[in-house]
């Protein structure tokens, strides 16, 4: 095999423990480790017998069963982005918070019916501790917040991470495959002062090993 090859069954591995099908974009999109043009990743892929394909899904052979799954995913995730918003523009009353996004499964709509909504929350400077608090009281009001210990976590909102507009870089000791997937993949609700872009600028670490995305 070549590196493309090599890089396309190592996307797909990764994939696989998350029962997540690609399709070709996502293919090329998320590529592990080596930067190529859709035109190379096609042909790359004519010769590779180790993965199989069905409509605009491509998996690993013998997971054509991760398609269904997928879609029934999709189709859970819908409810919970309409609870994200709801949520996210009720954070809006809160001045020191800069942007909202959705990280985790349902970014990728790809969340179980029993998942909970995972939110990353961007403060102004200084005021994290502050808005973190603010923000676990308003969440606890106008929706259900999880909390430590909650064994059922179906529809409850998720506030896993806080950061202020001053340290967006994720940290070197955290910069791998999995954070840069999760970096690439996060969805912003809403962000304010071009956040988002700045926050990509912070951690174009990713493209080391997801070379070929773009915001």
Known sequence: MNKI???????LVYADVF?????????????????????????????????????????????EKNIYLRRK????????????RKVATWLKLIPWIKMVVVTGNLAMDNAEQDDDIDLLIITAKKRLWLTRLLTNFLVGI??????????????????NMFLD???LKIPVKEQNLFTAHEVCQLKPLWARNQLYQKFIQENLWSQKFLPN???
Do not use: M
């Not at 990743?41 to 605009?56: C, E, M, P, R």
């Open 5 to 11: 090859q090599t890089a396309i069954l190592r996307t």
């Open 213 to 215: 995305w773009k915001p």
């Open 19 to 63: 029962a997540y099908p690609l399709t070709l974009k996502e293919l090329h999109r998320f590529l592990i480790g080596e930067k190529t043009d859709s035109q190379s990743l096609k042909k790359a892929l004519k010769t590779l017998k180790k993965i199989s394909s069905k409509g605009d899904y491509l998996f690993l052979k013998n997971k």
């Open 165 to 167: 507009e001053n340290h």
């Open 73 to 84: 995913r999709k189709k859970w995730s819908q409810g919970k982005w309409l609870l994200a």
């Open 142 to 159: 106008v929706a259900n917040r999880r909390r430590p210990g909650d064994q059922k976590v179906k529809d409850k909102i998720c506030l």
